[in-house]
T-cell receptor, first 114, second 117 residues
Framework: AQSVTQLDSHVSVSEGTPVLLRCNYS??????LFWYVQHPNKGLQLLLK??????LVKGINGFEAEFKKSETSFHLTKPSAHMSDAAEYFC????????????FGKGTRLHILP | DAGVIQSPRHEVTEMGQEVTLRCKPI?????LFWYRQTMMRGLELLIY????????DSGMPEDRFSAKMPNASFSTLKIQPSEPRDSAVYFC???????????????FGPGTRLTVL
């Protein structure tokens, strides 16, 4: 069965330093992978999406993620954190070869320290 | 585009009352999803529709919950009777389902925050 694991429930970084949010997935085939961001009291917004084209995916607000099949990972990174990046981030996996289920991770809350 | 529209944005009701949440998907989208988000359980998929037909309702907690999609531009999620444990934020999302193996991007509404006293 498909699954997705976000390895950290909370991450704190200082403004201006790099961000790394970790995500590992389990899927028998070639999955589609997403990162969504949720700011306080808001809905989820798509950050980026991987669908078997380039393994390095660039998203909005300077975020990017790299698909590593050998490590079954899809970690989200940003070179320099901004205060406005404080939010909850969800890693999502879907594998239409298997079924139509879309599996959300439990989320990682990113805190930005001034 | 107005995005996914949900109403009401906040609902406070008393235990035992009927609650109806509403969703208008993005025009042209053919799939619609209802989610529930709580601190304890995170984001849970309740039900999803494709072309107005319920495809998977395995996430609906119990018979007190029901969802309908009478047409492509409107869906409701009803809880009757409501209980305090139903307190959560309920999100509606829509997507354009295409053929092929690529998963579709879901677009989320702002959510309805439900409080059952």
């Amino acid at each position: 069965a498909q699954s997705v694991t976000q390895l950290d429930s909370h991450v704190s970084v200082s403004e201006g330093t790099p961000v790394l949010l970790r995500c590992n997935y389990s899927s028998s085939y070639s999955p589609s992978l997403f990162w969504y961001v949720q700011h306080p009291n808001k809905g989820l917004q798509l950050l980026l999406k991987y669908t078997s084209a380039a393994t390095l995916v660039k998203g909005i607000n300077g975020f990017e993620a790299e698909f590593k099949k050998s490590e079954t990972s899809f970690h989200l990174t940003k070179p320099s954190a901004h205060m406005s990046d404080a939010a909850e981030y969800f890693c999502v996996v879907s594998d239409r070869r298997r079924d139509d289920k879309i599996i959300f991770g439990k989320g990682t809350r990113l805190h930005i320290l001034p | 585009d107005a995005g996914v529209i949900q109403s009401p944005r906040h609902e406070v009701t008393e235990m035992g009352q009927e609650v109806t949440l509403r969703c208008k998907p993005i025009s042209g989208h053919n799939s619609l999803f209802w989610y529930r988000q709580t601190m304890m359980r995170g984001l849970e998929l309740l039900i999803y529709f494709n072309n107005n037909v319920p495809i998977d309702d395995s996430g609906m907690p119990e018979d007190r919950f029901s969802a309908k999609m009478p047409n492509a531009s409107f869906s409701t999620l009803k809880i009757q009777p409501s209980e305090p444990r139903d307190s959560a934020v309920y999100f509606c999302a829509s997507s354009l389902r295409r053929g092929g193996l690529e998963a579709d991007t879901q677009y989320f509404g702002p959510g309805t925050r439900l409080t059952v006293l």
